[in-house]
Nanobody, 117 residues
Framework: QLHLVESGGGLVQPGGSLRLTCAASGFSFSNYVMSWNRQAPGKERELVAAIASAGGITNYADSVKGRFTISRDNAKNTIYLQMNSLKPADTAVYSC??????????WGQGTQVTVSS
């Protein structure tokens, strides 16, 4: 059975850091492009960062470039999102997504990140 399980969210002060983890199971993880996406209250979901199946190519939203880093460990079927210099505008539910070469897409349930003093 396919699972994507996010963890690592929480409450952090502005300027702080968090590391999100998405653990995958039930599919050929190393063949999938993985991404982190977020949705803030009243806003549409947006792509935060994506990483190619082999991990060599990454892509970031302009709003997080230089602050966030996406990575993956195909041996552990896991992706990570290191978030530094967090801002209140980063507050959202963060979800990981897996996309196969045929366009099949799977989502995790999400983890809440709240940046507030």
């Amino acid at each position: 059975q396919l699972h994507l399980v996010e963890s690592g969210g929480g409450l952090v002060q502005p300027g702080g850091s968090l590391r999100l983890t998405c653990a995958a199971s039930g599919f050929s993880f190393s063949n999938y492009v993985m991404s982190w996406n977020r949705q803030a209250p009243g806003k549409e979901r947006e792509l935060v960062a994506a990483i190619a199946s082999a991990g060599g190519i990454t892509n970031y939203a302009d709003s997080v470039k230089g602050r966030f880093t996406i990575s993956r460990d195909n041996a552990k079927n896991t992706i990570y999102l290191q978030m530094n210099s967090l801002k209140p505008a980063d507050t959202a539910v963060y979800s990981c997504k897996a996309r196969g070469i045929l366009g099949n897409t799977y989502w995790g349930q999400g983890t809440q990140v709240t940046v507030s003093s």
